[in-house]
């Protein structure tokens, strides 16, 4: 799945306020709010879900990216949003470091296929070191759309 | 099931997925801490994507939903142990999920 199909450019946080990591998932929980596609009366559990599933075990899964996903039925298609923190958020990640963006992602109850594919793209490019340099180093939400865009573009890439 | 190259014991098998929700990142979680527990090499493929089985990132890129059979290939001296414990977490634990 492309990025493009569930990536919400519109709620990008190019700095995210945030220090800790319930804050950064409320903070794009927020931005997610403000763009139209999650209900407002939904944020509160959506964040609470989202939260759950991280304390299970933590989504951090090195080299400063951190995924916090959930499925919850407020929303249809896969969604995502994502946060960059230029100081570093804790996020108990795997290898002990600060997460430095933050990639929310949000499917739907009844379509575990979909939430494969779009995170089988997420880590295809995660893998990648230049990937994760370039995405670290969008500092603001037109580069990072451009960064997925191209990513899109060239799978190969 | 395996061979013996160069005092390298090699297995290969194939695990299919049977539990609804697929390799997401918990199940792939517990695939890769399994997997980290033998001293071999473990490689998980699916279709044309190679993973390393002891890797997280790799892993979740696999894309296997229900009913995807992965190729998973183990060279070491504990391979062949390897692989039969892999096949106990995804095929008949299910990785604790229920089936489709």
Redesign the interface.
């Known amino acids: 799945m492309r990025f493009d199909e569930f990536v919400c450019f519109e709620a990008t946080v190019s700095e995210l306020q945030a220090t800790d990591r319930d804050g950064a998932i409320t903070e794009l929980i927020a931005a997610l709010v403000a763009a139209g596609k999650i209900p407002s009366e939904s944020a509160k559990d959506v964040t609470k879900a989202v939260i759950k599933r991280e304390n299970e075990a933590s989504t951090g899964m090195g080299k400063g990216v951190a995924v916090p996903h959930v499925k919850h039925a407020a929303v249809k298609n896969v969604l995502a949003a994502i946060g960059q923190s230029s100081t570093g958020i804790d996020f108990a990640s795997l290898d002990e470091q600060p997460v430095y963006s933050v990639i929310l992602l949000i499917s739907p109850v009844n379509n575990p296929d979909k939430h494969l594919q779009a995170m089988e793209n997420v880590f295809r490019h995660l893998q990648k070191e230049k990937f994760r340099k370039f995405l670290r180093q969008s500092r603001q939400p037109a580069e990072l759309e451009d960064l997925l865009r191209e990513a899109d573009e060239n799978p190969s890439w | 099931m395996g061979e013996t190259v160069l005092e390298k014991l090699v297995c290969e098998t194939t695990l299919e997925i049977k539990n609804?929700?697929?390799?997401?990142?918990?199940p792939a979680?517990q695939f890769i801490d399994l997997a980290s527990q033998f001293d071999c090499k473990i490689t998980v493929s699916n279709a044309d994507?190679v993973a390393d089985g002891k890797s997280?990132?790799?892993v979740?890129?696999?894309?296997?939903?229900?009913g995807t059979r992965l190729q998973v290939r183990a060279e070491g001296p504990d391979a062949d142990r390897a692989l039969e414990a892999l096949r106990e977490l995804v095929e008949v634990r299910m990785f604790g999920e229920p089936p489709p």
């Open positions: 609804a929700e697929g390799l997401h990142m918990r979680m994507r997280i990132m790799q979740s890129m696999l894309e296997a939903t229900c």
